[in-house]
């Protein structure tokens, strides 16, 4: 659809449709139609397709539209042994498969934009759901592929284990979340020490051992095998891109734990994000410092984020609200009457409306929190940080991890921020607002294989949050997100110039870049993932620094070579971006 073509629309079509390049906002996010090979396919069925395995055809979509594929062959394998049939299948028949969760993902990691080809999607959230907690201590948690992690986390709750941090959006199955690895934000505060089971890394820092469909060289066949912790091919599994099948992952856990979320919103962005000779205790790295936990969100062109801070708390705090559910911001899952119809115009093309966009955002930050009574709430883990829902605006990010020492957060925050309000000011002046999302920002430390608790555990090879022996005291990650609709004029542009002012600040001594790998980078100025330089070379170099040969990017590659040589488990995306 062209940029113009949405002038005028109202605003249930802009909640329910699609604007510019992809859907805002979508009632159902799984599409409903299923058309199978004896009724209304539109395509020839894959040849000498194994009996028994559920086939259908059905579109595939990511979560901000840009990438929609029509007729896609989809199988909804009822166990890991079904996939090794659809494995083998595959080789034989000149095919690729490629495992699908729930689709919440930016990137191209399950299949780029265009056709399909000979390839085949398979469905792990149908059967691949069990789930089954291991008491003990240390305990852990066995889960197929397909299990979300809203079920999950349910399901450890009702044990009494939890994570000390997770994605938000709750509808990510646990085999997509380990393959990007997954994160959410949180550090120790100061004087905090790690409680036993749990992580201040990402999901993939937790896995005590993972099963996953592989060649057997000596069987000439794919076949299940299982992968413990200390095994050096797990380095490479553990975050694995989709370049391999994971059917099944036991995760350390440890004791669940109540956390009082506080939303804060009369912070000015300036003190916030004030330089660090002048940043005093509302400051950015002064929350972290206190609670550990923080996450900060700010629409361009208004003068306080939100600022939520998660703190343990045993008891319940007098003024907190007990929530005994997730999902506690109801009015951000949906967009209100008049930001629906500010963003319709917008995308009809009054970008000058960014602004009051912006402001009207902000402003229902601020009633909502007050109306539902949220700025101070207190529960199981599960349910303060589990908070995006399926119906939450649809935007497009770009993402990087900035690993460098705890010392230097506030340096790192205050330095993107005067970036990015004195290039969004100079867009203005020109009459071009390219970002009408907010900017996020969460810390994270990193992925230490001691968390997991297994004698000779390995690193996570390809994880964002993968610690530098040649930098020790790099001991914390900083995630910069910035948001817009997709398709807003001059946004790819934007994305290109600040990525560059990121590679070109975060460096040396000071800091190191890494994508994030679910989210936009490589930007050539018309489109993400484009740029050749950034995609073959910086991007690997990333995973090279700092590394000792033989525990890279390259023997990530290699591993992930031999133990899928066919490449079954690909795409054209990941055959360019791992060689």
């Given at each position: 659809m062209a940029h113009g073509e949405s002038r005028g629309m109202s605003r249930r079509a802009l909640l329910g449709g699609a604007v510019g390049a992809a859907a805002l906002s979508a009632v159902q996010w799984t599409p409903a139609a299923r058309l199978t090979p004896a009724g209304g396919a539109t395509m020839a069925a894959p040849p000498n397709f194994p009996a028994g395995v559920t086939l259908y055809q059905q579109v595939f979509e990511n979560w901000s539209g840009e990438i929609e594929v029509d007729g896609v062959w989809t199988a909804a394998p009822t166990g890991a042994d079904q996939i090794v049939v659809l494995a083998d299948w595959a080789h034989a028949n000149g095919w690729r498969i490629r495992p699908r969760g729930m689709s919440h993902n930016w990137s191209p990691l399950v299949v780029p934009a265009g056709a399909p080809g000979n390839v085949l999607l398979v469905d792990t959230t149908r059967h691949l759901t069990a789930v089954t907690v291991n008491p003990g201590s240390p305990a852990s948690v066995t889960a197929q592929a397909g299990v979300t992690m809203e079920s999950l986390l349910t399901v450890l709750e009702a044990a009494g284990y939890g994570l000390t941090a997770t994605p938000a959006p709750g509808d990510l199955t646990i085999g997509g979340v380990l393959a990007i690895d997954g994160h959410g934000t949180a550090v120790p505060k100061t004087g905090e020490t790690t409680t036993p089971g749990h992580t201040f890394g990402s999901v993939s820092n937790l896995v005590v051992q993972l099963k996953a469909v592989v060649w057997d060289a000596a069987a000439g066949r794919y076949a299940v095998k299982v992968f413990r912790r200390s095994d050096p091919a797990a380095a490479a599994l553990l975050v694995g891109l989709g370049r391999t099948f994971v059917t099944e992952v036991t995760l350390r856990v440890g004791a669940d734990k109540r956390l009082r979320c506080q939303s804060f919103y009369h912070i000015g962005v300036e003190t916030m994000f004030a330089p660090p000779a002048s940043a005093g205790p509302d400051s950015f790295a002064a929350h972290v410092n206190r609670t550990g936990r923080v996450e900060v969100i700010w629409f361009p062109f208004t003068t306080v984020p939100w600022l939520k801070v998660?703190?343990?708390?045993?008891?319940?705090?007098?003024?907190?609200?007990?929530?005994?559910?997730?999902?506690?911001?109801?009015?951000?899952?949906?967009?209100?009457?008049?930001?629906?119809?500010?963003?319709?115009?917008?995308?009809?093309?009054?970008a000058s409306l960014t602004p009051a966009f912006e402001n009207t955002q902000m402003a229902i930050v601020g009633s909502g929190l007050i109306v539902t009574g949220s700025?101070?709430?207190?529960?199981?883990?599960?349910?303060?940080?589990?908070?995006?829902?399926?119906?939450?605006?649809?935007?497009?990010?770009n993402g990087y991890a900035i690993l460098t020492a705890r010392n230097n957060v506030q340096r790192v925050v205050?330095?993107?921020?005067?970036?990015?309000?004195?290039?969004?000011?100079?867009?203005?002046?020109?009459?071009?607002?390219?970002?009408?999302?907010?900017?996020?920002?969460?810390?994270?430390?990193?992925?230490?294989?001691?968390?997991?608790?297994?004698?000779?555990?390995?690193?996570?090879?390809?994880?964002?949050?993968?610690?530098?022996?040649?930098?020790?005291?790099?001991?914390v990650a900083v995630w910069l997100d910035i948001l817009t609709v997709p398709g807003t004029p001059y946004s790819q542009r934007f994305y290109r110039e600040t990525e560059q002012w990121i590679l070109g600040n975060?460096?040396?001594?000071?800091?190191?870049?890494?994508?994030?790998?679910?989210?936009?980078?490589?930007?050539?100025?018309?489109?993400?993932?484009?740029d050749a330089h950034i995609r073959d070379t910086v991007v690997p170099g990333a995973y090279r620094a700092g590394r000792p040969a033989g525990d890279d990017w390259d023997a990530a590659v290699a591993t992930l070579d031999a133990l899928d040589p066919h490449r079954v488990f690909s795409n054209a995306f990941l055959d360019g971006l791992l060689g």
């Open positions: 998660w703190s343990v708390s045993p008891s319940k705090p007098l003024l907190s609200k007990q929530v005994n559910a997730p999902y506690n911001y109801p009015f951000s899952d949906f967009l209100s009457e008049e930001a629906s119809d500010q963003l319709s115009r917008i995308v009809a093309g009054e700025w101070d709430i207190w529960g199981w883990s599960k349910n303060t940080l589990l908070y995006v829902r399926p119906t939450t605006l649809r935007v497009t990010a205050s330095e993107f921020y005067t970036y990015y309000r004195n290039a969004l000011n100079a867009y203005a002046a020109q009459g071009r607002y390219p970002m009408n999302g907010p900017l996020e920002i969460r810390v994270t430390g990193l992925d230490r294989p001691a968390d997991v608790q297994v004698a000779g555990a390995v690193s996570p090879q390809l994880s964002a949050l993968r610690p530098r022996p040649d930098h020790p005291e790099w001991d975060y460096t040396g001594s000071y800091a190191a870049v890494r994508p994030e790998w679910s989210k936009g980078w490589a930007y050539s100025g018309s489109a993400a993932w484009a």
